[in-house]
């Protein structure tokens, strides 16, 4: 029964998966998560609804997974730029402004529906909060390995909250979006002091 569904989920090509991801972060800037159905998704995509069911399951993990897909660039572990501080910079310089802007809006709506939708939650954790903590462990053990950062500070345990909540308190306390500028002068007087690296 697993390599039957393997099979299935495989049919989907990356480019056509990639317009599908789009079409439903698409219709979640315009109506929201509880308001967004697999009905909406399979006629903005053209799709049956029954392939959407059978390659992710549900409306959460498709949400999810979009999202994660839409994070420019990739894994955090996949930047290797030498320094701690390159690798935070190399991060944030994967998305301009505008992209910055968008992901901050639709975030800010789903993080109100993670909160009575368990489904979504669970998703959320598996798809993108564990894999992103884990991509952020793996850059701040290399700084530990190059020496810059010292293996017992407790700021460590930190880094996704900094990272994140700098992002998302932009605009509750600033009323501004999150711009490149912001994050990278929020990167050198707060996260890098933190941890005890170097900023320059």
């Known amino acids: 029964m697993t390599e039957v569904t393997t099979a299935r989920r495989s049919r989907i090509t990356p ?10 972060l698409d219709l979640l800037r315009e109506v929201g998560y509880d308001a967004l159905t697999m009905d909406a998704v399979a006629a903005r995509t053209r799709s049956s609804k029954a392939t959407l069911y059978r390659q992710w399951g549900g409306k959460a993990e498709l949400v ?4 994660r897909h839409n994070k420019p660039g990739g894994a955090a572990g996949a ?4 320094s701690l501080r390159g ?6 310089l994967r998305s301009d402004d505008c992209e910055m802007a968008q992901n901050s809006a639709l975030l800010r709506a789903l993080a109100m529906a993670v909160h009575s939708n368990p489904d979504l939650l669970q998703a959320f954790r598996e798809h993108l909060i564990e894999p992103e903590t884990a991509e952020f462990r793996s850059m701040l053990q290399r700084a530990v390995d190059r020496g810059e950062v010292r293996p017992d500070n ?10 994140v909540g700098a992002f998302a308190a932009r605009t509750l306390i600033d009323e501004q979006p999150p711009t490149q500028a912001f994050l990278l002068s929020y990167i050198d007087a707060v996260v890098l002091p933190a941890l005890g690296a170097s900023t320059s």
């Open 15 to 24: 480019e056509r998966q990639a317009e599908l991801y789009e079409a439903v």
């Open 64 to 67: 999810a997974k979009a999202v």
């Open 79 to 82: 930047v290797d730029t030498g």
């Open 87 to 92: 690798d935070l910079q190399a991060l944030t």
């Open 154 to 163: 407790p700021a460590m345990a930190y880094i996704v909250h900094m990272m």
